[in-house]
């Protein structure tokens, strides 16, 4: 189910709340990274299923959220998104470019 879930689209962000309200500030910064970003994404509300919400930090190996996952693979939490924005590689990333 999560393999499903992290493959549902190409970039697809887990975090708290969703596209239109963000429900921690982690997640409403990385919001504002993505939607500046001008990359198509879909987002999952963790604070909705428990069970994902769990799991995933076991299947990702990732304690915390958001996760990104790019073509289903971790890209990493909000410090990597910024680090990659910073760095000029988050648009190649989004785009499944590396």
């Given at each position: 189910r999560l393999k499903s879930l992290i493959n549902k689209a190409p970039v697809m962000l887990f975090m708290k709340g969703n596209k239109q309200m963000a429900k921690c500030g982690f997640s409403k910064q990385i919001l504002e990274?993505?939607?500046?970003?001008?990359?198509d994404y879909e987002t999952f509300d963790i604070l909705e299923d428990e069970e994902v919400r769990q799991g995933l930090k076991s299947f990702s190996n990732w304690p915390t959220y958001p996760q990104l996952y790019v073509r289903g693979e971790l890209v990493g939490g909000l410090d990597i998104v910024k680090e990659l924005k910073e760095s000029g590689e988050l648009l190649p990333v989004l785009k499944g470019e590396n």
């Open positions: 990274i993505m939607n500046s970003s001008g990359v």
